[in-house]
């Protein structure tokens, strides 16, 4: 079991990552306390006899699965029940699941009795290797994205790579968009993903490059929490992924590769990423698409898909559009481009 701390001015969290982090952890968290599970439908269907062992006489709150859950309706349904189930200050939420029930189950932790421990057990390659980490938690609202929410760090994050066996193939490749994003980030990240393009989706791979991705993280956490500068880095990909996310139907990762490809290109041609370094960084990109076993995306409307940028968090009120682009190896900077001219590339670039 490999151990990362992660400090920040509110708390010194802890991550546990392999095979035996639940039972190294689980017996000592849940003692003395009433505690409440929240997870999703299709990790309760695969995992009920796991969760009733760690968590006997505990309240388990399974949540429909899939992003549209991720909602306030959601959110009140939880609160309402922690409420009747008489947890207290000491009481811990536990998350167990992907991005989506880390990021609601984060918020509810945070807002019920002003805050409680919030732990997360992330059950996907994606909330393995970002979600989980950091304390960004969130619910959409009006078809926007993460919109409500608050800073808010788990007390421990409990990653076990064995959750990862039942995982969709679709899930291993949407979670592979997080990684390749470390890329343009990290050069270690970067050299380990390059020299091993064909193990991309390899189990025995991806663990190691799980414990890489959340070192680097939470080191940009420690240095930036609010996300005021360093932490925009680990929006790479997602200004114009987050406009493609909401239009085209694509999952959260899938819509990273598509923004990191059309964002690399924007920023190559504009001569703000070097030009060698960029083709290989969209090498990278390139083959991570090509294990998509979804349909191509419909490109055609990509006016449509640029207004939704208009509305990611990344853009204040003076009409940039601004994304985090890759600028040479382990390097990356701010790309800022007024709508129009943002659209107009986007269109060119797609
Ligand atoms: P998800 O939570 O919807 O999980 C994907 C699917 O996998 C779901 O159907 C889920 O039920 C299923 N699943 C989960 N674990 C499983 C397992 N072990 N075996 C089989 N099936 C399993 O989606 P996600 O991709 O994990 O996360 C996406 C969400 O994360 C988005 O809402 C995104 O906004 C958010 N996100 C948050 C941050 C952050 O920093 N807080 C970062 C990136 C993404
Ligand atoms: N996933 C981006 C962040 O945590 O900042």
């Not at 732990?119 to 926007?144: E, R």
């Not at 760090?153 to 076990?160: G, H």
Request: proline fraction near 3%; hydrophobic fraction near 40%; glycine fraction near 8%.
């Amino acid at each position: 079991m490999k151990l990362i701390t992660l400090k920040t001015p509110s708390m010194e969290g802890k991550i546990y990552i392999g095979k035996d982090v639940l039972k190294a952890r689980l017996p000592e968290l849940t003692k003395g306390q009433k505690n409440f599970v929240l997870t999703d439908s299709n990790v309760y269907a695969l995992y009920e006899n796991l969760l009733k062992t760690y968590f006997s006489d505990t309240e388990i709150f399974v949540l429909p699965a899939g992003e549209e859950h991720k909602n306030f309706q959601s959110l009140y349904a939880i609160l309402e029940k922690m409420t009747g189930a008489g947890l207290h200050r000491s009481s811990r939420l536990f998350a167990v699941g992907g991005g989506v029930v880390g990021d609601i189950g984060g918020l509810a932790a945070a807002l019920y009795m002003r805050g409680i421990s919030c732990v997360q057990i992330p059950t996907t390659l994606l909330a393995q290797v970002d979600s989980s980490v950091g304390g960004k938690t969130a619910v959409d609202l009006g078809g926007v994205k993460n919109i409500v929410g608050a800073f808010y760090q788990p007390v421990e994050v409990l990653i076990d790579p064995t959750f990862l066996t039942t995982l969709p193939a679709r899930e291993i490749k949407c979670g592979v968009g997080e990684i390749v994003k470390y890329c343009a980030i990290s050069s270690k990240i970067f050299d380990e993903i390059e020299s091993n393009l064909e193990n991309l989706t390899d189990l025995a791979f991806l663990e190691g490059l799980i414990y890489d991705s959340v070192e680097h993280k939470a080191r940009v956490v420690e240095a930036d929490e609010k996300e005021l500068g360093e932490r925009r880095s680990l929006n790479v990909g997602h200004t114009t992924g987050h406009a493609i996310e909401l239009t085209s139907g694509l999952s959260h990762g899938e819509s990273v590769l598509y923004g990191m490809r059309l964002e690399t290109r924007m920023a190559l041609a504009a001569g703000v990423c070097e030009e060698e370094y960029g083709k290989r960084l969209l090498k990278i990109v390139e083959k991570a698409i090509a294990l998509l076993p979804c349909a191509p995306v419909d490109f055609s409307n990509m006016e449509e898909d640029a207004k939704k940028a208009r509305s990611d968090k990344k853009n204040a009120d003076d009409g940039l559009i601004k994304m985090a682009v890759a600028k040479k190896k382990g390097e990356w900077t701010m790309f800022a481009l007024p709508f129009d001219e943002y659209q107009k590339r986007l269109v060119e670039v797609k």
